[in-house]
């Protein structure tokens, strides 16, 4: 399995951007569909984002369409979620995953590797 390794969370301000980077070992990495996902306290493992292996094609959740953006340079083995306008609601610790299925998916247990994940948190 490809081992994945999220950067790039930390504290911001209401309205504010972060951008969050997902490193992998894989050199294969280009042949993934990537992830992302996000948990708060209590609440259930929420899809954010996902990107085909070429790029091409994205999904966007619908509480972040408009604000999160995903991409990957697999020259650097890494996928991105730029995220801007930034709610308190955002706060969660954010994983990326990678699936080995070829159409983009939603669903958590559909990818094949995790990483360990980053904390974003948006102060009020």
């Known amino acids: 399995q490809v081992q994945l390794v999220e950067s790039g969370g930390g504290l911001v301000q209401v309205g504010g951007s972060l951008r969050l980077s997902c490193a992998a070992s894989e050199r294969t990495f280009s042949s993934y569909a990537m992830g992302w996902f996000r948990q708060a306290p209590g609440k259930e493992r929420e899809f954010v984002a996902a990107i085909s292996w070429s790029g091409a094609s994205t999904s966007i959740g619908d509480s972040v369409k408009g604000r999160f953006t995903i991409s990957r340079d697999n020259a650097k083995d890494t996928v991105y979620l730029q995220m801007n306008s930034l709610k308190p609601e955002d706060t969660a610790v954010y994983y990326c995953?990678?699936?080995?299925?070829?159409?983009?998916?939603?669903?958590?247990?559909?990818?094949?590797?995790w990483g360990q994940g980053t904390q974003v948190t948006v102060s009020s």
């Open positions: 995953a990678a699936s080995k299925r070829v159409l983009l998916t939603p669903t958590p247990a559909l990818y094949d590797s």
